[in-house]
């Protein structure tokens, strides 16, 4: 076996002399090289373009985004709720039912222009000037609550997916580091293999080293399940199939700068402009309220078909009787205006109340997701360091081992200690841009 491995287009007698030296030398060669390799290769993923990753993760998450709005079923409720809101603009811009009556006389009473046959009679009541145009006014100022609650359904949906992404951004990532430690530990086997051979390492290390890639291999695979669970909440969201898959960007780096976060953007949100139109609703309804409570004018015609006296000539002999007719209704126990009028007042106290207490809460989490930002960022920096660090070490080992001095121990536990900052560095990128869509919710 010896002798296939120290084929050579020259064998000198030195060579012959030396086989455990030339098989020794000839693997570290090729082990070396292919884990020079594996380290390039992640390198040169790392470094792809800061600017095409953001560009078409924003791409990508803003069509989800949209694609969620146009099929979400709650969405689509809002605006039927809204569509409804409005409709009732036209309700409210009617008068009251025209009344209509007719009667016919059993015993005819005489007068002295004949006898009358029947009554017919039409009125009208109308509400008092202004009185249509404040329910209109009332109308659409609840018709723009519902358009508030479509922006806050939309915002919400919006940050629910892009955290969602993120998620699935966080476990693709994961599994991409499980399989280049698995990888790495392969590597890392074929050296432990070199080793026994020559004496400078024990089969438990090797053993070690597959009990260790066993792991991974565990852990890569549940994590496949947990990208099953949550791309079905994501397409969920979007009301598409379940197993659709998901297009997901392969890489995300934290931007050189924060940008910079004013709570001056939490007045606009619509959560707040929710209470800035319940308010309005309410003056509104108050309006309304006063029209109301004002009398309302009622304008009608009586007709009476009168028949001619017989063997009776005068000039309104059998002349039919028109009278028109003004009526007034008057509110006088207005006891029920005055108690609406106390009720706006105090929904209008409530609201102000509801507006800052909300505000308080947006307040706090606005202040508590800059924080976790900044935690976020100074973890990754923080595990890029010690990501830094621990390559150096693996490669010292590597030069020990070109020396017959390596310890799989140590190769073991500065593996670990790469997983671990690598899977901490992935954590803080997914805790970073999921607090960035809670800011964007808050303030954009």
């Known amino acids: 076996m010896e002798n296939k491995k120290l084929k050579v287009k020259s064998e000198t007698f030195t060579q012959l002399t030396m086989p455990i030296i030339e098989v020794r030398y000839r693997k570290i060669d090729t082990y070396s090289f292919s884990l020079i390799a594996f380290h390039l290769k992640r390198m040169l993923i ?61 015993s005819e009473p005489e007068t002295r222009t004949g006898a009358q046959r029947a009554r017919f009679s039409v009125s009208q009541m109308l509400p008092w000037f202004g009185t249509i145009t404040a329910r209109e006014n009332y109308a659409s100022a609840m018709a723009e609550t519902e358009f508030v609650q479509i922006a806050i ?119 707040l402009l929710k209470y800035d139109r319940l308010y309005e609703s309410i003056k509104q309804s108050e309006l309304l309220n006063q029209k109301e409570s004002a009398p309302d004018i009622g304008f009608g015609l009586d007709y009476v078909p009168v028949s001619e006296r017989p063997e009776m000539n005068f000039s309104d002999n059998g002349k039919d009787i028109v009278m028109p007719m003004v009526s007034l209704s008057i509110p006088i126990f207005n006891n029920r205006y005055k108690s609406i009028s106390k009720q706006n007042e105090f929904r209008q106290l409530e609201i102000q109340s509801e507006k800052n207490g909300r505000l308080n809460i947006l307040e706090t989490v606005f202040a508590r997701a800059i924080s976790q930002l900044n935690q976020a960022r100074i973890k990754f920096n923080t595990q890029a360091k010690n990501l830094k660090q621990a390559r150096d070490a693996e490669e010292i080992l590597i030069k020990n081992y070109e020396t017959g001095t390596i310890d799989f121990n140590d190769v073991l536990d500065i593996q670990e200690l790469q997983l671990k900052f690598q899977t901490n560095q992935i954590e803080s990128i997914k805790t970073y841009y999921k607090q960035s869509s809670i800011i964007n919710y808050l303030i954009n």
């Open 46 to 106: 790392f470094s792809f373009s800061l600017f095409i990753i953001h560009f078409s993760s924003a791409q990508e998450l803003q069509g989800y985004i949209q694609e969620a709005e146009a099929n979400n079923p709650e969405i689509q409720a809002y605006e039927l709720r809204y569509n409804i809101a409005k409709e009732k603009v036209g309700e409210v811009n009617t008068l009251p039912n025209t009344s209509v009556s007719a009667g016919y006389f059993v």
């Open 153 to 271: 359904a939309k915002r919400k949906l919006a940050l629910s997916v892009a955290q969602s992404y993120y998620e699935l951004y966080a476990i693709l990532g994961k599994q991409e580091v499980l399989h280049e430690n698995i990888q790495l530990l392969k590597s890392y086997e074929q050296l432990a293999l070199t080793s026994v051979e020559v004496g400078k390492a024990s089969a438990v290390d090797v053993l070690k080293l597959q009990i260790r890639q066993n792991e991974l291999q565990q852990q890569k695979e549940v994590l496949e399940q947990e990208y099953l669970a949550e791309q079905t909440a994501f397409n969920t969201l979007r009301n598409q199939k379940k197993s659709l898959a998901v297009n997901v960007v392969s890489e995300l780096l934290l931007p050189i700068e924060d940008p910079s976060y004013s709570e001056n953007g939490l007045q606009l949100n619509p959560e």
